[in-house]
């Protein structure tokens, strides 16, 4: 009984690499004959893959990757994905009951003085 081609090729290691690839080439190919990089969100697929869902996670995890991969990626001007620091509302609240909130804790803070 022999062995499957895809088997062979996930064992080895060399699918990854040439998802790699495929995905990097999906999102050259896109790239170049129509859209913008923001234009190329999850859900933008190219030959069937999702290369949007590829392209939010390599931006995401991009001081991951190799120097290699980050220096194909940087030709293609993708950078590393900002994260904006989020105040959950747990935390704003605990700074009003303290005073240091927003407008009512410079009120509360004038009224002391």
Do not use: Y
Not at 74 to 102: I, N, Y
């Amino acid at each position: 009984m022999s062995v499957p081609p895809a088997v062979c090729l996930q064992a080895s290691g060399t699918s990854r690499r040439t998802s790699l690839l495929r995905h990097h080439l999906g999102l050259k190919a896109l790239l170049t004959e129509w859209a913008l990089l923001t234009d190329i969100v999850p859900g933008v697929t190219w030959r069937g893959d999702d290369i949007g869902r590829w392209l939010t996670r390599r931006e995401r995890d991009f001081g991951r990757l190799n120097t290699e991969q980050q220096k194909r990626l940087a030709e293609l001007v993708v950078r590393p994905a900002v994260h904006a620091h989020k105040t959950s509302a747990q935390s704003e609240a605990r700074l009003v009951r303290a005073g240091c909130g927003g407008i009512h804790g410079g009120l509360a803070w004038l009224r002391r003085c």
